[in-house]
């Protein structure tokens, strides 16, 4: 067979949202010659973007991600989280949000959360998506070819290693313009910096140019640590509206380097600042930008060329081999981008790693920068400091802070008070201070410990974010609330008001209340809305926004608003209802397509226990679906604390399900089977609930303090009939168990005679007394009855003879049912449209079709598949039938016909440029479309193939930058 012309382009998406990509509409699509947008940047780390997405397939291109809300910490899932230099100094930043407030009420107020490539802007009122931009450009050459060095190519889970991730962004809405950092997502670092105009991207800069000429290595780890948003500046306009002003965006783009110190292995890695100090600028008082002055004059913003093609010049110079980091004056319009001056540390910060930074209240000019000592500073007899005050105007540094101790560690996040000359520091030993930076002068500490869970315990719970809040509410219960998010998750809300201790004196702040393991994986960034008391935060790994709300008495916090998605890469995915044929989601309003029609049915992946909708018409609609009521007062009672603790009374991870719509307002429409568990259960969509009876065999305990049914009962594979009333259900063991969804009660099992028997049964059985279906015993109670009624059997011969026939033909059953039943387990089953044939696979390679009501099997049973089975799908309307195979391909069943009609890939293909047209890695997923022409399949080689089933070509097909993160039987 030989393929169309299909696309060779690697698309950029999600691997979370790989199946939902391939079964999306391609109406988005935009046309990509006319969204192309020129600049007039001549610079070499400028360059012109393309506003669409690049390396989108012939056919299809992402429509939009589902459930992905917040970006996930890289180290968030690691079993010893720890804030060591090098991993905390590229890693500060990522994925924290910007708060953009807009009037006076919350209403007004808009977030920006960067997601992967993207980044989306939410509105408080209801935490949904207003705007979702454009995948981000591609970093310089030089940094992509350092990712592509570094890994192992081959390797199907690094295909496409080149992807951007978005680490920080700033949006200004009175400009419609957003700043985001990026670099490749391998790489770990941002490297880039872009100009968004709404969704489009229009400029990327290239923040360290120098490094193209570098050898790979520790001393060239150059990346961005943090964005300071410095407030606006007036700029004469170029072109056709030369001499008219316009308002830009200032922001200071602080950068470092690895500090590796071979002889010392606790720190061996982490970034040391110094530089040149021979900037004679010294104009402190300058209008450059601050908070008092955000528009200054056309005179002081009208720089010469000159000035300008010298501070890109000094951006693109190599850095002495001393200098450990820079910060870089951007200025961004509209429509360009552009560095105006770049600042080498110097002087005291020689001895100085920054790791956050932050602009001051009323101080124009100037940024604190907060990080930790240089390892030689540390090691040796010169002066330390952790936080440093910048000039940016002259680029010198005028105040090393000297009120903080060293063993205090790095310094995390740095957040200014509604006190002028105060500021709120968090480090990473989990100590909030309160310093007075005119005075230098620490105030006062509050102290956070983590909770110990094990004997050895993790030392430190870091702060990683602070906010004040100030709404009059608190002025007038006498309260000033300080919130502080650590890493263990917790949020703890402190009042600031001293109280004097009467034991000895002393004065202390209280502990309003604390929220523990609000997010999990730990708190990424939280905020108080300006004069508002709500709580914005997010998590490192939790993929989740929460608004919290003070109003109670006591000061504690609830819920407002939430949304929340998997905290892992989902496992399946599935439309909640796909049409009556099965074949995915209704054509078009003719045929009755609803909101109903826009639903996904998303499981979580390892370590994500819940069952979530996700809509793709409107995201308000995404929700949870409930395990049990009171399960969070459960757990408290239980002493069950956090996410964590509730997933103790969860159901495993979910490893399949079907739906079925036929009898959904009478009861359950869905049934779901678990990873290494015997039992399904019944939910209904309607209620979002699990509501309906458990599915299980007599013998089987539910109680886990009992004996728990044997690994071979445990389920792999299920299905519902078309009329909605039987779920089967398929085994390790390779039994499949009928039941009826309503009441739960097991009907039978394929083959007939391989249900389970009650241990009374097992018992009776052994006796030969009493067991239903014996036909010895029906033939001894005839002959007896015929006894007592002094009337012989006319002839015992032929009784006899018709005996030994019965059990001839018992015989033959059971050698026929033994030779197609599965002998190990099934990974698949289907059921007609008219409840006649059931179509079970499994991993023997067996393809064997039941009678849906005898039980017993096709007198074709089994057919024998080219190789083991995996995965399995049918569309009732053509009555075919796709089963995955451990070759990598996928066969085609008719089950009118009986018989394989198509092939697509696998050890079929035996020449090299056939076999270019098959999946390279073991097929995670299969879904027919709507028409059941096309046969889409995603495999864990990155890449999802659409095939055309009439002719059986492979017509189109993408490739990811991640293989999609499920498991395969």
């Excluded at 005050?389 to 009120?403: A, D, E, I, P």
């Excluded at 263990?488 to 929220?515: A, F, I, K």
Aim: hydrophobic letters at 35%; charged letters at 25%.
């Amino acid at each position: 067979m030989a393929a169309s012309k299909s696309s060779k382009r690697k698309l950029r998406s999600d691997s979370n949202s790989t199946a939902a990509s391939a079964a999306t509409d391609s109406s988005s699509k935009e046309d990509a010659s006319s969204s192309a947008s020129s600049q007039p940047e001549t610079s070499p780390k400028t360059s012109s973007m393309q506003t669409d997405d690049a390396g989108s397939s012939r056919l299809f291109q992402p429509h939009r991600s589902l459930g992905l809300l917040t970006a996930a910490h890289p180290a968030a899932n690691a079993k010893n989280l720890s804030y060591s230099p090098s991993s905390h100094l590229f890693l500060s930043k990522r994925g924290k949000f910007h708060l953009q407030p807009q009037g006076q009420s919350s209403e007004e107020t808009f977030v920006t959360v960067p997601l992967g490539e993207r980044f989306q802007i939410l509105t408080i009122s209801k935490l949904v998506p207003t705007l979702v931009s454009r995948a981000l450009p591609p970093s310089s050459e030089h940094h992509r070819m350092r990712v592509m060095r570094s890994i192992d190519t081959s390797n199907a889970q690094y295909s496409g290693g080149d992807e951007e991730e978005m680490h920080q962004a700033i949006s200004d809405s009175s400009l419609s313009v957003t700043v985001a950092t990026h670099g490749p997502k391998l790489l770990g670092r941002a490297v880039s910096v872009t100009l968004y105009s709404r969704t489009r991207p229009l400029v990327c800069l290239d923040a360290f140019p120098f490094l193209a000429e570098k050898k790979t290595g520790r001393k060239n780890r150059w990346g961005i640590v943090d964005m300071i948003n410095l407030g606006k500046r007036r700029m004469a306009m170029t072109g056709e509206k030369e001499g008219k002003m316009e308002n830009t965006l200032l922001l200071a783009i602080v950068c470092a380097r690895d500090d590796v110190v071979k002889t010392n292995k606790k720190d061996n890695a982490g970034v040391d600042v110094v530089g040149n100090d021979s900037d004679d600028e010294s104009d402190d008082e300058s209008d450059l930008a601050g908070e008092s002055n955000a528009v200054t004059s056309s005179s002081s913003s009208s720089d010469s060329s000159e000035d300008d093609e010298k501070s890109i010049a000094d951006s693109e110079t190599t850095p002495a081999n001393d200098c450990y980091g820079r910060v870089l004056i951007v200025q961004a319009s509209r429509t360009s981008m552009k560095i105006i001056k770049t600042v080498d540390l110097s002087g005291i910060g020689s001895n100085f790693i920054p790791h956050v930074g932050l602009h001051p209240a009323t101080y124009v000019n100037k940024i604190l920068l907060g990080g930790r000592p240089t390892s030689a500073a540390r090691n040796g007899t010169k002066q330390t400091t952790s936080m440093i005050l910048l000039n940016v105007r002259s680029g010198k540094m005028l105040h090393s802070f000297q009120c903080l101790s060293n063993s205090d560690g790095i310094i995390t996040t740095l957040e200014q008070s509604p006190a002028v000359d105060t500021v709120a520091v968090g480090t990473s030993t989990g100590s909030a201070h309160l310093i007075n930076t005119l005075h230098d002068v620490e105030l006062f500490s509050l102290h956070h410990k983590g909770k110990q869970t094990s004997k050895k315990s993790r030392p430190d719970n870091a702060v990683s974010s602070i906010s004040f809040r100030t709404d009059g509410n608190a002025t007038r219960q006498g309260v000033a609330p300080l919130a502080v998010g650590c890493d263990d998750g917790s949020v703890s809300v402190w009042d600031l008001t001293p109280v004097e201790d009467d034991n000895d004196g002393t004065t202390r702040r209280t502990l309003l209340t604390q929220m523990e393991a609000t997010h999990h994986g730990g708190v990424s960034k939280l905020q108080y809305l300006p004069g508002e008391p709500l709580l914005l935060s997010t998590g490192m790994a939790s993929n989740s926004v929460l608004l919290h709300v003070f109003d109670a008495p006591d000061h504690s916090g609830r819920i407002l608003r939430q949304r929340k998605g998997h905290t892992s890469p989902p496992r399946l995915l599935r439309y909640l209802h796909p049409g009556v044929g099965g074949g995915g989601i209704l054509a078009n309003a003719s045929d009755g397509t609803d909101a109903a029609s826009c639903q996904i049915l998303s499981c979580g992946g390892p370590g994500d226990l819940s069952l979530r909708l996700f809509s793709t018409a409107r995201t308000n609609l995404d929700k949870e679906y409930s395990q049990g009521p009171g399960l969070e007062r459960k757990a408290k009672k239980l002493g069950l604390v956090g996410p964590e603790g509730r997933a103790e009374l969860l159901l495993p991870e979910v490893a399949g399900l079907a739906t079925s719509e036929a009898r959904s307002r009478d009861w359950g429409d869905l049934v779901t089977i678990h990873k290494d568990h015997a039992m399904a259960y019944v939910w209904s969509t309607k209620r979002g609930s699990q509501t309906g009876p458990v599915l299980r065999q007599p013998q089987w305990n539910v109680s886990a303090m009992k004996k728990r049914p044997p690994r071979t009962a445990h389920a792999t594979s299920v299905a519902i009939s078309a009329c909605g009333n039987f779920a089967l259900v398929g085994t390790v063991g390779g039994v499949v168990y009928k039941y009826n969804i309503q009441s739960g009660i097991p009907r039978g099992s394929f083959p007939r005679d391989a249900a389970s028997l009650t241990e009374e049964e097992e018992r009776r059985r052994k006796k030969g007394i009493k067991v239903a279906g014996d036909v010895g015993r029906t033939m001894r109670m005839l002959e007896k009855n015929s006894m007592k009624g002094g009337v012989m059997p006319s002839d015992i011969d032929q009784a006899e003879r018709d005996r030994i026939s019965f059990m001839e033909a018992e015989e033959k059953r059971k050698a026929i049912v033994q030779r197609a039943s599965h002998e190990v387990a099934v990974v698949g089953i289907a059921i007609d449209s008219l409840n006649k044939t059931v179509v079970t696979v499994g991993a023997d390679s067996k393809l064997v079709l039941w009678n849906f009501v005898t039980h017993m099997p096709n007198k074709k049973s089994p057919i024998m598949l080219p190789s083991p089975a995996t995965k399995l799908t049918h569309v009732r309307d053509s009555d075919l039938a796709a089963i995955a195979m451990r070759d990598f391909g996928v066969a085609v069943f008719d089950c009118s016909s009986l018989s394989i009609v198509r092939y697509f890939g696998g050890s079929r293909y035996a020449s090299p440029d056939a076999m270019r047209l098959s999946h390279t890695g073991p097929i995670s997923d299969m879904g027919f479309g709507p028409d059941g022409r096309k046969l889409f399949t995603s495999s864990l080689d990155g890449t999802i193939r659409v095939w055309d089933v009439p002719t059986g070509l492979c017509v189109d097909w993408s490739k990811f930058a991640f293989a999609p993160a499920v498991d395969v039987y």
